[in-house]
């Protein structure tokens, strides 16, 4: 009881319009309650199926504590399972990517089909029920081609978000896009400052010259409306899904489609195209599509390609980032686009943000830090922080109702 | 009383033949339940007097927090000191190992003899008594040259190993043996993963092709009865123990004698011998002579060498291994021996087992591990296991009658 | 309450004359209430107007979770403020050291003038009021060029620091000095044997061969009686301030001065002078002016170089130590200095000290660490440890009062 009337008290002082309390950003007790009424809960994102395109191809993801083993079916489909072993528990799966036609422990090579069945489990009594050991299954739901898995045996519906999302993505083809690169960061923050800062461009004018050079609006001394206007146009002429997703209620998703600056076909430093179009994209006017998943997913995809950043908090202040940029399929590295020109505006702006998230963590940890206002153009971080105390009161309920 | 209530609701739901539920591998609490029912109650393995051979030869070992100076007496004997000064408190020897006439505090110079009383505290009041003021002591057992100490005041008696062990190492001469090699590994796993590691064979035939090739029936697929019983006749015509020790109701200790494959000489890669016959042994056919003592101590010997390995948890995912590999001390290297040649086969094995362990404790960290049921060839893991849980009842018993 | 319990019985059980009991060194609860009774309430040495010539010059100094901003006002005064900006926490200041007009927090570029006000928040409300939000203040005292700073509200008064220390601060000029080198340490020990160990010369003799060449009777071994009375006559005919100021009552300063051995000019390894002489001094006769301030400052002047120590703790077994060497202004590196002959005396025996202390913290660690007497020639460290004592008793008065 006692950690949930800390909790408690915590939701209740909340100040609307203003940054959390410390506690939310540095208590552990905090913390572990939203491994229960978040991460542990809703939907996050794992990878793209570009990551595993044949039978047997599998890769992991540490969420926290835990190491899921996600892997592709002989029909194309994806499953999810907890990568430890019903025998003694071993992590079955070592690597972060591989390929297997079974899933084999190391240890004393009991053997798993890819769907998580136990297929084999030498030198075991005759008596002994292999049905009964499976591989603990973990949810999955992929919608144009990318895979969200759920920690929960019961978890929000996902189907309003595969709906909302598939005209988007279907153009991108993600069945004939490869990943062209991975980055990963660990960064000393909470995965909250993380949220929050992707959520406004307050900080963007002075923090991030390359992307306002892109994105028209995004230094917040112009106005976006007018090209918009006229983009919006050839976007439908062209068939391009226009419907933006706002995150209403307690929904936990977001799509917008927004122009690039006139003149600018990628987000590049340079503002030319990085490889040829994705898909079905014929040219380079589809502008960025941007998509978040909360807790854990942000995309934004260009005609040419697509960028995608998963955020993974191991602790109160120990946050995974991890990046993946994805071309065509029939993108030819060295022909069709260089590794340095496709991936450096993301990795400059993303290397520009995590040293804003960790220092304004660092910040936090002051005895005196108190919780500030948000500026009025910061409505998207109350929104969110909005969605997260929601999730949190929830939890409380939850866990009160549980005991 | 809480910490014992947790314990207690533990071991009361513990399902026999099944390996155990995760906070006996993660919890805190349980860890230090381990060290006040294990740890610093019954007798670990320091060392060996190969280790020390000279008056005033000291070691250190470092068992979780508290380091011990084992020190060899003008007369041969062997002291143990916890490494505190009774001044102020300071680490007295500070090397791994070395020689000193008397034992002075860096510090403030305070002199202690090999036995640990205070011989000297310069510029100390007159009615100072140096008699109250000695070394904390530690229990010392020594037996076939093999240094077992004890934290407690009132440790378990040791007359059953020593008496059941004298025969089997005597033939070794441990007073004319030399530490060729020592290697140490930290392992990120609980203790108890090794030592169950170090009790089942399920895992050697995919995981130690080495190992499988120098011992029959380690692959699981070959009976050793046959050429054991051969040896046996052989080993009692040369005058070498055969009497098994094993576990027993609440005995710790364990001894075997068994044979290598025919025409293996030695555990070697190559299985030819890797340096002269130890002490008295005239031929390399002593097979290989296993010990055991609970919690921390492993012990191969073969004709030629002999290779300890010690065991120590400085937390629940914290586990040092010290590895020493001894030889007799007429073998000179690059004439009878190669240090590659000696020590490759246990380094190679050891490693092997390092990673099993490491993978086995990373995935019951999952918070979907759950107990699975031990193969039947796993049946010393779950006398392990039960020695195990019934040291940790009867700490909780004595923890509720000291309270 | 919990934690006030141990405290009290902790602080009741102590026996006077005795080193403290283990708890006061490792435990958490007790460091946590240090940090209330002494570490957020006391003055604490931050660094001298050496450091900061200019106006707009600032550094930085963490102690524990805060970090402080240290900045040169426009009339030469000094300010200090928590580096957490008042939007949403972000650290403002981001290097050790700096020079900056307005202080900008590079987030999203709020600006704060030197002395802490909020002068710009762009794109806030109209109705935002700039006054309620300026950075947090912490207290200032600038005593012959030191600047000390408290984290309390409320800190003890620092009159009579000022006052004493004055008269001896005056002609070294600290406005004519610059700062020479500077040299951080982090040790693993806990910060009260950092002050333990300067507070005592038992040690010299044998640790401390430097030092003891430079200072009669710190090997404690010859009298410095008369060299001191021969000196003194000396100090005053100069116009040298020598009344010494001892701790008393519940004060937490100190002031010394005594002679160098006959011969030797400065802290050097060869008793040569390192430097010209600072400030006001015109020969190499002022002996030393040995300055502490409790909780963590230590400083030793010699005519031509100042060292001061900085000693912070991070937790219980982290201590953060921070030198500096000061010279004057006029001293030309190269011509009059070199920084090898400058640094040499201290960082040799500055390091040997570091080793003892780390040494000291191990041993504390053992389970059978229990409090040894303190020699009669360790009384100033019985001095400290009784004053340590009475501010953690008040502590938990205050605490028990406020609760």
Redesign the interface.
Same mark, same amino acid.
């Given at each position: 009881m006692k950690r949930s009337i800390k909790l408690k008290k915590l939701l209740d002082n909340y100040q609307q319009g203003w940054?959390l309390e410390q506690p939310f950003y540095l208590d552990n007790d905090v913390f572990n309650a939203e491994l229960d009424a978040i991460w542990?809960k809703y939907w996050l994102f794992a990878g793209t199926i570009a990551d595993i395109p044949k039978p047997g191809d599998y890769f992991t993801y540490k969420v926290h504590?835990?190491?899921i083993i996600i892997i592709r079916g002989n029909k194309g489909e994806v499953f999810a399972h907890?990568?430890?072993?019903?025998?003694?528990?071993?992590?079955?799966c070592?690597e972060e990517k591989g390929r297997a036609p079974k899933l084999v422990c190391?240890? *004393?090579?009991w053997v798993y089909d890819k769907d998580g069945s136990l297929v084999n489990?030498r &030198?075991?009594?005759d008596d002994?029920d292999k049905s009964e050991?499976g591989l *603990?299954p973990v949810k999955v739901e992929v919608t144009g081609g990318f895979i969200f898995i759920s &920690?929960s045996d019961n978890p929000p519906d996902f189907r309003k978000v595969a709906d909302d999302y598939f005209p988007f993505l279907a153009p991108y083809k993600l069945e004939n896009a490869k990943v062209a690169f991975k980055k990963s960061y660990e960064l000393r923050t909470n995965w909250k400052l993380v949220a929050?800062n992707f959520r406004e461009c307050?900080?963007c004018g002075?923090?991030h010259p390359e992307y306002c050079s892109a994105v028209i609006g995004a230094n917040?001394k112009e106005s976006a409306a007018e090209v918009l206007q006229e983009r919006k146009v050839e976007w439908e002429r062209s068939g391009l899904a226009v419907n933006n997703v706002e995150f209403e209620n307690d929904s936990f998703h977001f799509a917008i489609r927004y122009p690039l600056r006139p003149g600018v076909l990628s987000y590049s430093t340079d503002g030319t195209a990085v490889a040829i179009p994705m898909g079905d994209h014929k040219d380079y006017n589809a502008g960025v599509l941007g998509l978040v998943v909360l807790p854990n997913f942000w995309m934004d995809a260009v005609s040419d390609y697509m960028w995608t950043m998963r955020v993974t908090p191991m602790g109160p202040s120990k946050t995974m980032i991890d990046l993946a940029w994805l071309v065509d399929k029939n993108a030819i590295e060295g022909e069709h686009y260089t590794l340095e020109h496709l991936t450096e505006f993301w990795k400059i702006t993303g290397e520009q943000d995590w040293k804003?998230c960790e220092?304004?963590f660092?910040?936090?940890?002051?005895?005196?830090?108190?919780p500030?206002?948000?500026?009025?153009?910061e409505i998207d971080v109350v929104k969110f922080v909005d969605w997260y105390l929601n999730r949190m009161r929830d939890g409380v309920l939850e866990a009160a109702s549980a005991s």
């Open positions: 940054s542990k504590n835990d190491s907890y990568n430890t072993c019903r025998h003694r528990g071993s992590l079955i070592l190391p240890y *004393h090579q489990a &030198l075991m009594p002994f050991h *603990h &920690l929050e307050y900080h002075p923090a917040m804003l220092n304004n660092a910040g936090i940890e002051s005895s005196r830090y108190q500030g206002p948000y500026a009025p153009i």
